[in-house]
């Protein structure tokens, strides 16, 4: 995935993230589907406005005038290879679940449970070995990966060994 | 916004080279992308408006985008609350991977 970094990202505070996140499809997808798979979906985090043929995706880094100062000088983007390098969206499985039914299988993600893909494939890149990145930034983002998936729920012991 | 648009096609296969496009196009702020195509009977030359495709139109120019299938998304986070100690400036990449961890499970 490619992800890019908004235009007001890290300029009035740094506690929150804006960001466009772009994915390849391992299939073409319309975008009458893909607004009936946003219903799905938390409407805080997939905007359906942006399933549409003219609407416009900026893409330019913006301009700071003078005395303002970009927060993000080096880089605002960057491509982060997943293990799949297309995503598969089963969008008429998902249209039919219930948002009942995605809260309650979020409650019960654990770390072994195929679906905490991005969990998994970080920690494979934790260490020196060949493709390896190194420890502390597949830590860092393995754990803010985790935290994503299950919040502030208490890490059980089992899990860990 | 102007009325009117140049347009360019531009093929990509797979995310390294949608990546590489769009990390062009970072430094042309007179440049965006559509998930739209451009019908069969419009002039790729001739300035055109952003609407879709319609039976009535008077100029081809004037409603010129199919409404197709595309092979990529864009999800757009806007405003995502970061755990509380973590910095989008000073830890971006954890930033986004906690973005992409509270995404469906297919992302």
């Given at each position: ?39 799905g979906?938390?409407r ?10 003219v ?19 080096d880089?605002?983007s ?6 799949n390098?297309a995503?598969?969206l ?57 935290v ?14 | ?42 002039d ?6 952003r ?6 139109r ?43 961890g509270?995404?469906?499970?297919e992302?």
């Open positions: 995935m490619f992800w890019q970094l908004s235009g007001s990202a890290g300029v009035f505070d740094d506690g929150h993230v804006s960001a466009h996140l772009y994915y390849w499809l391992d299939k073409p997808i319309a975008n009458d589907v893909l607004k009936q798979w946003a219903k979906c938390d805080r985090l997939v905007d359906p406005a942006v399933f549409n043929a609407q416009p995706h900026y893409t330019a880094a913006p301009l700071f005038g003078e005395g303002c100062v970009d927060p993000f000088p880089s605002r960057g491509l982060i290879k997943k293990a390098a995503v598969c089963e969008v008429r499985q998902l249209a039919a679940e219930s948002k009942q039914a995605r809260a309650a299988s979020h409650n019960t993600l654990d770390l072994n449970d195929d679906r905490v893909g991005g969990f998994s494939n970080i920690l494979a890149t934790l260490g020196d070995h060949d493709g390896g990145s190194g420890f502390n930034e597949p830590l860092l983002r393995a754990v803010a990966s985790y994503s998936k299950v919040g502030g729920k208490k890490l059980s012991s089992r899990k860990i060994g | 916004m102007p009325a009117y648009f140049s347009y360019e096609y531009r093929a990509v296969d797979g995310i390294e080279e949608f990546a590489s496009l769009l990390t062009e196009l970072e430094q042309d702020r007179s440049r965006f992308i559509i998930r739209g195509q451009l019908a069969d009977d419009v790729a030359e001739t300035p055109m408006r609407r879709l495709y319609r039976n009535d008077s100029e081809p120019i004037e409603s010129p985008f199919l409404d197709v299938s595309t092979t990529w998304v864009m999800i757009d986070i806007d405003k995502l609350a970061l755990p509380r100690g973590m910095s989008v400036r000073e830890d971006t990449l954890a930033s986004v991977e906690y973005a992409i509270i995404l469906p499970a992302f």
